[in-house]
């Protein structure tokens, strides 16, 4: 059975997850944290590409990445109980 993603429960879940999910980004992030999650999973950037923004190498961005998804993640799960 296929889901439908347009019915209006999916559309309240979706937005419901995106309002979650912002909020949980400016609260636990700090301002590098944000702009680095944002840029390499909603623009695309490449860690060289922030690498070169930041002067710093790209391993360490990959390292400062990481670190914003653990911190995500753990808050995630700390709202779902």
Do not use: C, W
């Amino acid at each position: 059975m296929l889901l439908d993603y347009n019915t209006p429960e999916s559309v309240l879940l979706k937005q419901a997850t995106h309002d979650l999910l912002v909020e949980i980004i400016n609260e636990k992030l700090d301002d590098r944290e944000k702009d680095i999650i944002l840029k390499k999973f909603l623009e695309d950037y490449t860690y060289v590409e922030l690498a070169k923004k930041y002067h710093v190498s790209a391993t360490r961005i990959k390292q400062l990445a990481q670190r914003a998804l653990k911190k995500l993640f753990k808050a995630l799960r700390y709202r779902r109980g």
